[in-house]
């Protein structure tokens, strides 16, 4: 079973920074595979990232994903007010379809 | 437009079970499939099982084998989730998510927070 680990646990900024975030998996993975969710307290995960690196309809530029192999990056270029949220990592080749513990961005 | 609108909050006593329902509109059922996930306060999600809406085979993940039983009546575009045996670690809030095959979670339901607690 594939587990995702993400870091860091919480990423302190202020609108307009950059933010880095990042899921390494137990074993290589396809990057084919890897998603990226923002979610806010009380909603449900939002697709914002699939293949490692494609956005999901109606997500803005400013996200985007890379990475391969072990490990894979989320970006937000220019942290806007509506950013802060929790992001998850998850792997949905097959069952399990594992998801990492999440990194909360929140505001510095 | 897609929508997944789940059954509203429980409130259970260790050991009874529970019954949570995701009625699906804007799409057509039987085309994908539905899973259900869960989130634990403060936690990251965790995957449950899978049912395929056009024949109704499951799946489920091996910790829930023996308590959790996923039906869908095609009739109403509905799924459920029963989960039974309940324990106080079980209190956590219930999705459903589509997804087809080599696809990610693309739709998620708003979300069933069951309690659980004497």
């Known amino acids: 079973e594939i587990v995702l680990t993400q870091s860091p646990g919480t990423l302190s900024l202020s609108p307009g920074e950059r933010a880095t975030l990042s899921c390494r998996a137990s074993q290589s993975v396809s990057s084919s595979y890897l998603a990226w969710y923002q979610q806010k307290p009380g909603q449900a995960p939002r697709l914002l990232i699939y293949g490692a690196s494609s956005r999901a309809t109606g997500i803005p530029d400013r996200f985007s994903g890379s990475g391969s192999g072990t490990d894979f990056t989320l970006t937000i270029s220019r942290l806007e007010p509506e950013d802060f949220a929790v992001y998850f990592c998850?792997?949905?080749?097959?069952?399990?379809?594992?998801f990492g513990p999440g990194t909360k961005v929140d505001i510095k | 437009q897609v929508q997944l609108v789940q059954s509203g909050a429980e409130v259970k006593k260790p050991g009874a079970s529970v019954k949570v329902s995701c009625e699906a509109s804007?799409?057509?059922?039987?085309?994908?499939?539905m899973h259900w996930v869960r989130q634990a306060p403060g936690q990251g999600p965790e995957w449950m099982g899978i049912?395929?809406?056009?024949?109704?085979?499951?799946s489920y993940a091996q910790k829930f084998q023996g308590r959790v039983t996923m039906t869908r009546d095609t009739s109403t575009s509905t799924v459920y989730l029963e989960l039974s045996s309940l324990r106080s670690e079980d209190t956590a809030v219930y999705y459903c998510?589509?997804?087809?095959?080599?696809?990610?979670?693309?739709?998620w339901g708003q979300g069933t927070l069951v309690t659980v607690s004497s």
């Open positions: 049912i395929n809406p056009s024949g109704g085979s499951t």
């Open positions: 804007g799409y057509t059922f039987t085309k994908y499939h």
């Open positions: 998850q792997y949905y080749s097959s069952s399990p379809f594992t």
């Open positions: 998510a589509r997804k087809r095959i080599a696809e990610p979670f693309d739709y």
